[in-house]
């Protein structure tokens, strides 16, 4: 029963833009601090965003500080990404995460022209 599923992700050209939506279940999600990771081909899978459960606090890598923004609405049990500026080196498999432990299916992003 717990679950979280990714939707969003695509093709989307340099300086374009991405809302990435992580729909939560099965366990009780306003406790929970979600974060996003991603993972491009050959690289290590790396910590993006994350947020308090409450929304009250935030962090970002510094890759993505100013054009990434990280939120979530407790009463829809969803978590988003809004990716803003996206640039070439974004392209990567992005995840959402719940408690360190859940993990959503990934949803592909891809900045290319």
């Known amino acids: 029963q717990v679950q979280l599923v990714e939707s969003g992700g695509g093709l989307v050209q340099p300086g374009g833009s991405l809302r990435l939506s992580c729909a939560a279940s099965g366990f009780t999600f306003w406790l929970a601090r979600m974060k996003w990771y991603r993972q491009a081909p050959g690289k290590e899978r790396e910590l993006v965003a994350g947020i308090a459960p409450n929304g009250g606090s935030t962090n970002y890598a510094d890759s993505v500080k100013g054009r990434f923004t990280i939120s979530r609405d407790n009463a829809k049990n969803t978590a988003w990404l809004q990716m803003n500026s996206l640039k070439p080196e974004d392209t990567a498999v992005y995840y959402c995460?719940?408690?360190?432990?859940?993990w959503g299916q990934g949803t592909q992003v891809t900045v290319s022209s």
């Open positions: 995460n719940a408690l360190n432990i859940v």
